[in-house]
């Protein structure tokens, strides 16, 4: 019996040896603390991390006295107070000091160890040195700041490049045009049909491709106007009719009765995506048929799911090259590249445009037997029946220029002859400018209807200008169109902080000019401040339609804070709420104070520091815009950007500290 003890004993001896050896050296740091923060008891494994010996901590040192100044605020208004609440917390990072004031980063799990009797409750605390995470993260969010920059500059080489390319294609577009309406004998006639024919094509080359990488750099955005569906089909119908009977083939349209003839939407998309589908149904078909079909999918209150099918009796597609035919720069086959050329991009065009706006490219073929490409997008209904804009404008009759004056401003005189060309046709009043400077100039002499801008201009480029021209306060204000090789969608918001009523693009052809000046006449004699708002609605942006008709996405527009989590965490208790707040002020308070300090100093790891230690307390209060601005200044700071830049980031982020902090005061004291 008493040698049975005896063995009981010895093994429940080593056990427990094992057991506290295991404590003592497991490769995470355990430490329990008490109410005060008190450290009472620790493991070898943390005091070796620390470089201190275990006397010099336990019953001596607090667990907050480990921490930075950041992280000391932080424990005691927010993750202590939560501890005590909830018993627990999980994973929250901090970086420990140690002994030789260096630091690491280290990541913990708090839960509470109840009272027994008359003792007090106490909190077992297991910590785990992640530095070699938080090194491998730093380096991937290194790689991450990296490849936008890298996506930054592609952007700003496209906006360049796409300018110095569409300028001369402009003029060339212009050349031919101008040419082709003077009178020629037959042989001259065919050599400005075939300039005119291989600058378009060279053109459509060029927008595909500027149109491919902007949609990688993310760099392409939708607008939202109000159009009619049916003049938009009927004019590529017009257009394609031509191109298609070349070839014996017949182009159909059909629109379902109840399509909605006003939709709203971005058209200039969808023009794109029915031209390069259309286009290679012609290019691909020898004879036969080619059909447009327009149906409706669902109709629910203002909005309408449309479906679009372009169907072609061609060559048809081998099932086995469905996949391929929408990868970038690819063809069915090598042989149908020879015999009908082309670079294969506008399917990925398509395809990626599609996906911009939640939609995708469907295609059923059989070899020899023809191709059906469809898709659906969905749009708000525009409830008016007609159209006021576009009834306007048909009434050509209606419209005189004789009263009726053009200001053009542009560096480059090639543009401004053209320009200049097409205006002497019409018999439209104009003056010219190579500068900003002379165009304000010119305004202050004379009054004009419409002043045609350039946006990429030396010394004071388009943007500066109408800036200049809206702070001239004329008594006769003038509509201000930009035109440049972006898109409006691209420069939209640009374009309403300059006081730019329209846009553009360039190259354009003749008669995209003369309908935006007999537009924009048009709504001069239309009498009445409220009919021209009303007209004016189909050419602005709608941010409401734009909410509605976008695709899902995750990120929205934030308030500055919330105490919604504050309010959930306190059970809705005023008295716990109140003091959640105050520990929030605090922290804001050092936090602003910390910022402002590495802001001075230029200190990108003291900026990053402070990232990290804020995040939970501006996670409670919902304040991610802050953090996403201190992460904006921390990446400014640290690629050398522009001073202007910088200094645009601060005081974003000063405004943000500002409206948090008055924000958690008035809370406070209601």
């Given at each position: 019996?008493?040698?049975?003890?005896s063995s009981?004993?010895?093994t429940?001896?080593?056990r427990l040896k094992a057991?506290?050896?295991?404590y003592?050296n497991a490769?995470?740091?355990?430490?329990?603390?008490?109410n005060?923060?008190l450290i009472?008891a620790?493991?070898?494994?943390l005091?070796h991390?620390?470089?201190?010996?275990?006397?010099?901590i336990v019953n001596?040192r607090?667990l907050p006295s480990f921490?930075?100044?950041?992280?000391?605020i932080?424990f005691?208004?927010?993750?202590?107070?939560?501890?005590?609440?909830?018993?627990f917390i999980?994973?929250?990072y901090f970086?420990m000091?140690?002994?030789?004031?260096?630091?690491?980063h280290?990541?913990?799990?708090?839960?509470?160890?109840?009272?027994?009797e008359s003792?007090?409750?106490t909190?077992?605390a297991?910590?785990?040195?992640?530095?070699?995470?938080?090194e491998?993260e730093?380096?991937l969010?290194e790689?991450?700041?990296?490849a936008?920059?890298?996506?930054?500059?592609k952007?700003?080489?496209?906006?360049?490049i796409s300018?110095?390319i569409r300028t001369?294609?402009?003029?060339?577009?212009g050349i031919g045009?101008?040419l082709h309406?003077t009178?020629l004998?037959e042989n001259q006639?065919e050599y400005?049909?075939l300039?005119l024919g291989?600058s378009?094509?060279l053109l459509s080359?060029?927008?595909?491709?500027?149109d491919l990488s902007?949609i990688e750099?993310?760099?392409l955005e939708l607008?939202y106007?109000?159009?009619?569906?049916?003049?938009?089909?009927t004019?590529?119908k017009?257009?394609y009719s031509?191109?298609?009977?070349?070839?014996?083939?017949?182009?159909r349209l059909e629109?379902?009765e109840d399509?909605?003839q006003?939709?709203?939407?971005d058209?200039?998309?969808l023009?794109?995506?029915l031209?390069?589908l259309i286009?290679?149904?012609i290019?691909f078909?020898?004879k036969?048929?080619i059909t447009v079909?327009?149906?409706v999918?669902?109709k629910?209150?203002?909005?309408?799911t449309l479906?679009?099918?372009?169907t072609?009796?061609?060559?048809?597609i081998?099932?086995?090259?469905l996949?391929?035919i929408?990868?970038?720069?690819?063809q069915?086959?090598?042989?149908?590249?020879v015999?009908?050329g082309?670079?294969g991009?506008?399917?990925?065009?398509?395809k990626?445009?599609?996906e911009l706006?939640?939609?995708?490219?469907?295609?059923?073929?059989?070899?020899?037997k023809?191709?059906t490409f469809?898709?659906?997008l969905?749009y708000k209904i525009?409830?008016?029946k007609v159209?006021?804009?576009?009834q306007?404008?048909?009434?050509k009759?209606?419209v005189?220029?004789?009263?009726?004056?053009?200001?053009?401003?542009?560096?480059n005189?090639?543009?401004?002859?053209?320009t200049a060309?097409?205006?002497?046709?019409?018999r439209i009043s104009y003056?010219?400018a190579?500068?900003?400077?002379?165009?304000l100039?010119i305004?202050k002499k004379?009054?004009?209807?419409?002043?045609?801008l350039?946006?990429?201009?030396?010394?004071?480029?388009g943007?500066?200008t109408?800036?200049k021209?809206?702070a001239?306060k004329l008594?006769k204000k003038?509509?201000?169109?930009?035109?440049s090789?972006?898109?409006?969608?691209?420069?939209?918001?640009?374009?309403?902080?300059a006081g730019?009523?329209?846009?553009?693009?360039?190259?354009f052809q003749p008669?995209?000019?003369?309908?935006?000046?007999?537009?924009?006449?048009?709504?001069?004699?239309a009498?009445?401040k409220k009919?021209?708002k009303?007209l004016?609605?189909t050419a602005?942006?709608?941010?409401?339609?734009?909410?509605?008709?976008?695709?899902?996405?995750?990120?929205?527009i934030e308030?500055s804070f919330?105490l919604?989590?504050?309010?959930?965490?306190?059970n809705n208790n005023?008295?716990y709420?109140?003091k959640?707040?105050?520990?929030s002020?605090?922290?804001?308070?050092d936090?602003?104070?910390?910022?402002k300090?590495?802001?001075?100093?230029?200190d990108?790891?003291g900026?990053?520091s402070?990232i990290?230690?804020?995040t939970?307390t501006l996670?409670?209060i919902k304040a991610e815009?802050?953090t996403?601005l201190?992460?904006?200044c921390k990446?400014?700071?640290?690629?050398?950007?522009s001073?202007?830049?910088?200094?645009l980031?601060i005081?974003?982020?000063?405004?943000e500290f500002?409206i948090?902090f008055?924000g958690?005061k008035k809370a406070k004291?209601k």
């Amino acid at each position: 019996m008493d040698k049975n003890y005896s063995s009981l004993k010895q093994t429940d001896s080593i056990r427990l040896k094992a057991a506290l050896d295991l404590y003592e050296n497991a490769p995470c740091g355990s430490v329990v603390f008490r109410n005060d923060g008190l450290i009472i008891a620790m493991n070898n494994t943390l005091a070796h991390w620390l470089g201190f010996k275990k006397d010099e901590i336990v019953n001596v040192r607090t667990l907050p006295s480990f921490f930075k100044v950041g992280g000391k605020i932080y424990f005691e208004t927010h993750f202590f107070p939560l501890i005590k609440m909830q018993g627990f917390i999980h994973e929250v990072y901090f970086d420990m000091l140690r002994k030789d004031k260096s630091n690491f980063h280290a990541l913990i799990n708090v839960r509470e160890i109840p009272a027994k009797e008359s003792n007090e409750a106490t909190f077992q605390a297991t910590i785990l040195d992640v530095s070699d995470r938080r090194e491998y993260e730093k380096q991937l969010l290194e790689a991450k700041r990296k490849a936008e920059a890298d996506s930054k500059a592609k952007a700003d080489f496209l906006a360049t490049i796409s300018h110095e390319i569409r300028t001369p294609l402009n003029a060339i577009l212009g050349i031919g045009n101008l040419l082709h309406n003077t009178p020629l004998n037959e042989n001259q006639k065919e050599y400005a049909r075939l300039l005119l024919g291989s600058s378009e094509h060279l053109l459509s080359l060029v927008n595909n491709l500027l149109d491919l990488s902007k949609i990688e750099a993310k760099k392409l955005e939708l607008e939202y106007v109000s159009f009619n569906l049916n003049e938009l089909i009927t004019i590529l119908k017009q257009i394609y009719s031509v191109k298609a009977s070349e070839k014996g083939v017949e182009l159909r349209l059909e629109l379902s009765e109840d399509v909605p003839q006003n939709i709203i939407g971005d058209p200039v998309k969808l023009n794109q995506i029915l031209t390069n589908l259309i286009g290679n149904a012609i290019k691909f078909t020898k004879k036969g048929a080619i059909t447009v079909a327009i149906s409706v999918i669902q109709k629910v209150k203002k909005q309408v799911t449309l479906k679009f099918e372009v169907t072609d009796t061609g060559i048809g597609i081998p099932e086995e090259k469905l996949e391929t035919i929408f990868q970038e720069f690819s063809q069915a086959s090598y042989d149908v590249s020879v015999e009908y050329g082309g670079t294969g991009l506008g399917l990925t065009i398509s395809k990626k445009l599609l996906e911009l706006q939640g939609s995708q490219l469907h295609v059923s073929s059989k070899l020899n037997k023809g191709s059906t490409f469809s898709f659906e997008l969905n749009y708000k209904i525009d409830k008016k029946k007609v159209n006021k804009t576009a009834q306007l404008l048909n009434k050509k009759d209606d419209v005189s220029f004789d009263d009726y004056k053009v200001l053009i401003v542009d560096d480059n005189h090639v543009n401004i002859f053209i320009t200049a060309q097409y205006l002497d046709q019409w018999r439209i009043s104009y003056v010219t400018a190579k500068s900003g400077t002379e165009a304000l100039s010119i305004l202050k002499k004379e009054s004009v209807d419409i002043v045609l801008l350039d946006l990429q201009m030396p010394k004071m480029n388009g943007y500066q200008t109408a800036e200049k021209i809206r702070a001239l306060k004329l008594s006769k204000k003038p509509v201000i169109v930009a035109y440049s090789a972006t898109t409006k969608g691209e420069v939209q918001n640009e374009l309403i902080k300059a006081g730019i009523d329209d846009h553009l693009p360039k190259p354009f052809q003749p008669t995209e000019l003369f309908d935006l000046l007999k537009m924009y006449k048009t709504l001069k004699q239309a009498k009445g401040k409220k009919k021209r708002k009303s007209l004016m609605k189909t050419a602005t942006l709608s941010k409401k339609y734009a909410k509605e008709l976008k695709p899902v996405d995750n990120t929205t527009i934030e308030e500055s804070f919330s105490l919604e989590r504050y309010q959930k965490m306190a059970n809705n208790n005023p008295k716990y709420l109140r003091k959640f707040i105050k520990s929030s002020l605090k922290a804001i308070k050092d936090y602003e104070g910390e910022f402002k300090t590495a802001l001075k100093n230029k200190d990108v790891s003291g900026l990053e520091s402070l990232i990290h230690q804020s995040t939970m307390t501006l996670y409670y209060i919902k304040a991610e815009k802050l953090t996403s601005l201190m992460k904006k200044c921390k990446d400014l700071i640290a690629t050398n950007d522009s001073d202007t830049n910088l200094k645009l980031a601060i005081d974003d982020c000063n405004k943000e500290f500002a409206i948090i902090f008055e924000g958690l005061k008035k809370a406070k004291n209601k």
